[in-house]
């Protein structure tokens, strides 16, 4: 077993992070782990070798936990006396109602106390708790808690009313995080994305989302526009920015230029429109709870930059030698503050739910609800039937209710600074403790009584519903993976590169690391690199391991060496000139785990067995490598990428077309979304669809139409249009092409 599968284990085993001292001390007591010389492992030697695995290990200072780890919450069951029934109660709940109780920040160790003190005896596997276990849940959970040293408090957060119960709040706040942390394991749910007024792009134009979606078509049509839209929605998400130049998750391949630039015919009078068709059922368990019997949840957003009227000055009088103005307006506009998102709608099978507008003073209050919305008018009865004595809405009912509806929303607003609302407050009445509380609903005061149960039940109900919208988008957005149209080298030695540089990972330069962290995503990239059917190349990826010769690592290797072949280390003067003696020592130094040192990865040519670089190679080869690895590498993931087929062979890109579709409908369950140029990968994809009609074993899942989107981008006078062709079961293009856009007859290629 190796040092790191050790360390592994020991995590998984106590279930939360240590010290790396603490994980030096098991290691030495349980004795899987041996070093060589005999020797204790040390904290330095833990220190070292979970840096050297980023993929597995998360370190803070000391810490040590498992990346698998994050966001992820331990969680045990409690039955609060105002909640009915047993819910789930995490350890972030425990820690925020510690900090709410002392009303300031604590160490962690003082928390670890006292959640223990608390709830001894107790929630076995779970408790005790220690401080590096409340380090960690605070680390992972940053939009609860805020750190400061070793200290950890509450963030500042505008969820509910400040009179909502804390119980009450802290079961509402855990369900939330877990339905965030269940889409890292998640279907894609993203079914359309819509957009209008962006860049090229006039009227709406519909993009659908399938396991494989390939965008084709002439040159500046805009294919790259349109993936430039999704960027630029995950960029809202993430960072709030509407007037964008400069994209985290696409770095400097990218420069939108800012609204102006963005908005079509560079028009900032126009909006930009957005709309995302969300499937229900694969969306998170809020989504699900908040949405039955819903099959499609939309949202459209409407992102406007915000105009001032110019005016000019013209005289109206002259009198006793002064000058009189009027102020008149021009046709002329300029732009004041930052683009905002100015409408917000949310739909259910293509129903009005409600709409959301943004005031003068920048809040966002509901302009619109839609009684007549089916999804509603369940939600309401609902709502008065299981909190109120009354056991039916009589018909006579609703036009109350329309009107208290009325009442309610002009109480309702949000002063999120989020891209999209996320959270409803209330203005002049506050929520409380509403489950343990059941209404009357009296003959003689009834009308006054649903409206009661009303004001007390739907806004938090509308919150929960915009809440769980916006978490959806937030994640599946988040989801995003983006690989520009030419992949950057990597630096010479990647030990020693940033890489949290955003042109790393856009550039695809990431995915070398990724080579040298995974062997068996390594293994399968060497197959390409060899097999005749595919890149035929004579490289292999081998990992090799830089040594710090100042380390004491070294030198007790060093020492062992010496002892091993009967020399003291101080008369090494004496025999150094003897290679054969070297020879020993370089073979116990590069024995595996003997020192910590930092992994590189090489590239060794095979007829000769010697290093060459990255940056050796032929440019199809690093163009191509992080396309592979990104499809290897990924889970469940969101892919975009910009000519994939790039400074490849025809006949590789049939086969990079091939791993597409391993990637999509195999056991990693990626979305690729490919701006394609290449005739060959789509007639492969084609081809494929075909065989599996045809039920010929090829190696691949099947593939169907329906796991296919082909779409044709063309510029035309109006502006951009999406064309969907319509592909049958034998792989067959149902629909003309546009302007001929391949050079042979597609039908006699693929016959």
Known sequence: MTLHEEIVAILKEVGHGLMTKEIAEKVNERGNYHKRDGSSVTPFQIHGRTKNYPKLFTREGNYVGLVEWEGKKETFYVEPDSIVGSVEFSL???????????????????????????????????????????????????????????????????????????????????????????????????????????????????????????????????????????LYLQNAFSSK?????????????????????????????RSINFYIDIDAEKGNETLRKNFPETNIVSARFEVRQPLE?????????????????????????????????????????????????????????I???????????????????????????????????????????????????????????????????????????????????LV??????????????????YNELDSQLSNLIYLGPVRSFPARHL??????????????????????????????????????????TKY????????????????????????????????????????????????????????????????????SNTVVTHRDVGFGISQVIPVLVSAYANKGKTILIEQPEIHLHPALQAELGSLIVSSALGENKNTFILENHSETMMLRILKLIRESTLNKDNGLPKLTPDDVALIFVENTKNGTILRNLRIDRMGKILDPIPGGFFEEDFEEMFS
Do not use: C
């Open 309 to 365: 009227q110019r005016k000019k000055k013209k005289v109206i009088r002259v009198e006793d030698h002064q000058i009189y103005y009027d102020e008149l307006p021009t046709d002329e506009f300029i732009a004041t503050g930052k683009p905002k998102v100015q409408k917000f709608e949310i739909l259910t099978d293509g129903e009005p739910l409600l709409n959301i507008g943004l005031t003068k003073n920048l809040a966002f209050r």
């Open 92 to 230: 972030s709940d425990a820690i925020t109602l510690v900090l709410k109780d002392n009303k300031d920040e604590l160490t962690t160790k003082v928390i670890a106390d006292e959640i223990n003190r608390r709830y001894k005896g107790e929630f076995e596997g779970v408790l005790p708790t220690s401080a590096g276990k409340i380090f960690l849940e605070a680390k992972n959970n940053p939009k609860i808690f805020e750190i400061n040293g070793d200290k950890v408090g509450l963030m500042e957060w505008n969820d509910f009313d400040a009179s909502v119960s804390d119980d009450y709040r802290y079961y509402t706040e855990g369900l939330l995080e877990k339905a965030q942390q269940e889409q890292s394991v998640t279907e894609i749910s993203i079914k359309h994305i819509g957009i209008a007024n962006f860049k090229s792009y006039n009227s709406i134009q519909e993009l659908k989302i399938k396991p494989i979606t390939l965008l084709f078509g002439p040159n500046s049509s805009g294919k790259s526009s349109l993936i430039h839209s999704l």
């Open 452 to 469: 009661s149960s009303l004001k007390l039940y739907l806004p938090f109900a509308l919150t929960e519903i915009i809440e769980s919208v």
């Open 540 to 607: 292999k990826l081998e990992v090799r391991k830089h040594i710090d010769p100042k380390s004491k690592d070294f030198e007790d290797q060093i020492w062992a060496a010496a002892q091993d072949i009967d020399f003291e280390l101080s008369e090494f003067k004496e025999w150094s000139g003897d290679s054969g003696v070297f020879d020993k020592v370089l073979e116990k130094v590069n024995q595996d785990d003997a020192i910590e040192g930092i992994n590189d990865l090489v590239l060794v040519d095979q007829n």
């Open 367 to 449: 302009d619109y609800l839609n009684l007549e919305n089916s999804l509603l008018k369940r939600l309401i009865e609902a709502l008065i039937i299981s909190n109120t004595t009354t056991p039916e809405i009589k018909q006579s009912d609703w036009n109350i209710i329309q009107e208290a509806m009325d009442s309610i929303i002009n109480e309702l607003y949000s002063n999120d600074t989020l891209f999209i609302p996320r959270h409803l407050k209330k203005v002049r009445e506050s929520f409380y403790d509403a489950s343990k509380t059941v209404l009357p609903i009296s003959r003689d005061s009834r009308e006054s009584d």
């Open 241 to 269: 920015e509407l007037d964008t130049h400069y994209m985290k998750i696409s770095g400097d391949s990218v420069d939108l230029g800012g609204f102006r630039q963005l908005v079509h015919k560079r028009d900032f009078q």
């Open 495 to 536: 030990a020693f590169t940033n890489n949290n540089d955003p042109n790393w990972i856009a550039g695809g330069a990431n995915a070398w690391e990724t080579l040298r962290d995974f062997k068996d995503i390594r293994d399968k990239v060497n197959n390409w690199l060899s097999s005749t059917a595919k890149l035929n």
